[in-house]
């Protein structure tokens, strides 16, 4: 068997950056030729420890850059004019590109609708709708659906 570090995911031997042994026929004529795996240098080993805290770091910046955004988000409600029948009752459903577009319009914040998370809204009323805005950040806010258009 032979050491290598894998470049990338390689299935049934390992993720990127372990080392894993192989046999020698599988590193000489797939691994090697194709650049999926090296031998384990501590140059190689150096770099990918760097790119590593570099996707840290970039991480953190996106969850602090959706903390920001949350917190910004639930100071702040928003309003959105539908068709209603006398008694309340919308005539249309409200849609997440209702409430992406009510945000950008009032905010310059542009979501994605699919990250929102609506309530049953089927009548004039303030709704507390849920944006995710990173898989650990999660922002809530008030949403009055009034008469109008």
């Known amino acids: 068997m032979v050491d290598v570090l894998l470049k990338e995911d390689v299935k049934g031997s390992g993720k990127k ?21 090296t031998q384990p240098t501590a140059e190689f080993m150096e770099q990918l420890r760097v790119e590593e805290e570099m996707k840290i770091a970039e991480a953190k910046a996106k969850k602090n850059t959706a903390l920001k955004l949350r917190d910004g988000l639930q100071m702040l409600s928003f309003t959105i004019r539908m068709k209603a029948q006398d008694d309340g009752k919308l005539y249309g459903g409200v849609r997440p590109q209702d409430i992406v577009d009510a945000v950008k319009s009032q905010t310059g914040t542009e979501l994605d609708p699919k990250t929102v998370d609506l309530p049953s809204m089927d009548k004039l009323d303030t709704y507390t709708v849920r944006v995710n805005l990173h898989p650990e950040v999660t922002a809530s806010f008030p949403v009055s659906i009034q008469r109008g258009k």
């Open 17 to 37: 950056g372990e080392i894993t042994a192989v046999k020698p026929g599988f590193w000489r004529n797939y691994l090697l030729p194709n650049g999926i795996a």
